[in-house]
């Protein structure tokens, strides 16, 4: 293991792709897994927080802390019939690759899948476009090897409830405390198809199964470090066109989404023309047929075969309501994966756009409402922003009613940075009135930490009960998703 204290790299590790900048005390560089061993006694002995970082790209801030950064560095992914054991810091790009080699793939592509590792989005439950049509990372986790706190090196695996519940210490009292409260976690559930606030203690108990592994889906490093992760691919992906809507308005969003409901897309996305036109971006919007107003809406459809595809779209084509909005069709590889790469590349340009010293922030950028409620979000968050006078910009995975939304601030100003919580505050409000989640694939990190206790007031306690289970002295990540009570 290697100890890191350069000031220059304990800088460029004290930025994630948050707000907050935290300098670390050091960076431990794990080579191998007794390497976390090390890392955990020494915290235990001095008392450092650690945080486990993989690339950094979050953005609600959970992958920087004052203490110990951990990254690690051995890539491995090895295959067994339609599973895969891998390392956390492979990119999920190069697993990508390794799959497809074997006729393996694995849906989840969050925009970021270039630079971001597995281990960083099985510790956020990230999401990606075709999340409509496949779930979430939670839906692909079988089984972890985890470095706990107090317990060291352990593999978390689902098993029969009623052995969790004579089973070791740990697994015992957290499969009593999720089976106690069963109800109340059920009631607490947001009412959405996808959500990383919190532990997603909903997803523990199933066919009568404790599904352990679920708990560290997800929990940010909260509860210890992720050493090996084995998770379930899908064999063959299907043959996919991508059909492109352009609305004026985000009024007719919903309509749109209804209309193509019954098509089964693997994605509907949400994309603003205005972010590429304010960063002087505009010729990316030139691959697009119409104006350069308004909104894109990408619709990906898919079929096993070639008959089963041009079905699908045949049905499109012969929607009326849908043909005043002069949908188009991309078919060839090269075409759609062009727009794929504009669509993933929003975030970035968006944080090119400027109004004055003011910029897009990170706070409300992962609202999530249960679908039917997306007209009312857009609404309310139209009128919110208008009566501020504040410009914003959206985008997002439309299909699971998952927006996007930063508002132009400049945080170095004070009222701005009042503003910045006023406007979460209401939001969240908004969004808890609809059934939803304050976020729905990104986290609640340090910036949204303050909130989580309102998304589950009755579960809450349960979960910093959890946490003290596995992680007494609250090492693994403090501040994160929970505050110490
Ligand atoms: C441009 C851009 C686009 C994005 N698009 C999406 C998107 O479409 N969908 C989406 O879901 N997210 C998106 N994100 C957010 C982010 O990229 C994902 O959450 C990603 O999965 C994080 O991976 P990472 O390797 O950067 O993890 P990091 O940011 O380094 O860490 C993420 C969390 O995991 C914990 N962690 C990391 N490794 C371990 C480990 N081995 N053991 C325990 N805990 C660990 C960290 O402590 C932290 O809490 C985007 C971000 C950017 C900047």
Redesign the pocket.
Known sequence: MRTLTDERLLAEYSR??GILTIQPRAVMVAEEEGDLLQVIQRANRDLVPI?????????PS??VGGGYV?V?TRKDVRITGTEFFCT??VI?ADLNLTLGHANLWMPV????YR???I??????N????RTLKYGSTIDYVKELT?VLPEEGKRVVKALPLDEALHGDSSTRKVASLVADNWRSILREKPKTTKN?SGYRLERLIHDGLFDLPKLFVG????L????RLTCRAREKAPLRSLLVVSIDSLKDLEFVVEELRASKPSAVELLDKSIFLKAKRGELLKQFQGSEKGYLVYVEIEGRDEAELRGVLEQVAENEKLAKFDPFLLREAGEMSKAWETR?LA??IAGEVRSGNRHPVPGIEDLVVPPGKLRDLLAFLETTFADLGLEFISYGHAGDANLHVRPLLDLSDGRDKQLLSEIMSSCFEEVWKMGGSITG???D?LLRAGYVKEQYPETYELMVQIKDIYDPKWLM?PG?KLQRP
Do not use: F
């Open positions: 994630d792709a945080t486990p970082r993989g690339s950094g790209t979050s953005i959970q992958s951990v690690q956390p810091a999920k592509d969050p925009s970021s630079a971001c590792t281990g960083g989005m099985v510790s956020n990230s999401s990606g476009a985890v990383s929990s940010e490093g909260t210890g470090l992720i050493s993933d975030l970035t694939e990104h986290g990190g990540n994160v």
